[in-house]
T-cell receptor
Framework: SQTIHQWPATLVQPVGSPLSLECTVE??????LYWYRQAAGRGLQLLFY??????ISSEVPQNLSASRPQDRQFILSSKKLLLSDSGFYLC????????????????FGEGSRLTVL | DAKTTQPNSMESNEEEPVHLPCNHS???????IHWYRQLPSQGPEYVIH???SNVNNRMASLAIAEDRKSSTLILHRATLRDAAVYYC??????????????FGQGTELSVKP
């Protein structure tokens, strides 16, 4: 069965420090991968998505970057964190469209809670 | 991407049915209606989706208006574990070409014992 893992689960970082959040998917190949952020309150903001190795689409201009060095690995990074980067970061994957019965379901990881001080 | 409008919050009593509304007046003919829910401190999970006809699964039912400009997620008997934020999302045709799912603010459902 397919699983998705994110780490670290929680981190507290000072302003100006670098960031690296990692996400891996197991049990599937060639998934679409996504990074979302949820600030205080509700609403998930899509940050990046990737349809293949080395292919990254950015949704909003920001202090963050994403990379996909391997098929099932998605990394979110920053060279210098800002206070506004605090939030709950969620990685998600879905499979390739397999026809009319495909739900296109997104599967989310456990999330990484980042606090920038 | 077409937008959805949901009430900010709703309350329900345990073991009573809950009807969560969603308006999507700019929906296009090829947009699917998806519902996800997010429990506290967890990632969202898929609930149900539909295109034109009403849909049922083990978690909920989805009633879609004839003009498709609104839909309602129905939880037949709310439990305390159903307390969550419920998101109504439109999935466009580009989704199958690597597109994305855009989440709105959702409806926070609270369930009273």
């Amino acid at each position: 069965s397919q699983t998705i893992h994110q780490w670290p689960a929680t981190l507290v970082q000072p302003v100006g420090s670098p960031l690296s959040l990692e996400c891996t998917v197991e049990g599937t190949s060639n998934p679409n991968l996504y990074w979302y952020r949820q600030a205080a309150g509700r609403g998930l903001q899509l940050l990046f998505y990737s349809v293949g190795i080395g292919q990254i689409s950015s949704e909003v201009p920001q202090n963050l970057s994403a990379s996909r060095p391997q098929d099932r690995q998605f990394i979110l990074s920053s060279k210098k964190l800002l206070l506004s980067d605090s939030g709950f970061y969620l990685c998600a994957w879905r499979g390739r469209d397999s026809g009319p019965l495909d739900t296109g379901e997104l599967f989310f990881g456990e999330g990484s809670r980042l606090t920038v001080l | 991407d077409a937008k959805t409008t949901q009430p900010n919050s709703m309350e329900s009593n345990e073991e009573e049915p809950v009807h969560l509304p969603c308006n999507h007046s700019t929906i296009s003919g090829t947009d699917y209606i998806h519902w996800y829910r997010q429990l506290p401190s967890q990632g969202p999970e898929y609930v149900i989706h539909g295109l034109t006809s009403n849909v049922n699964n083990r978690m909920a039912s989805l009633a879609i208006a004839e003009d498709r400009k609104s839909s309602t997620l129905i939880l037949h008997r709310a439990t305390l574990r159903d307390a969550a934020v419920y998101y109504c999302i439109l999935r466009g045709p580009s989704y199958n070409q690597g597109g994305k799912l855009i989440f709105g603010q959702g409806t926070e459902l609270s369930v009273k014992p």
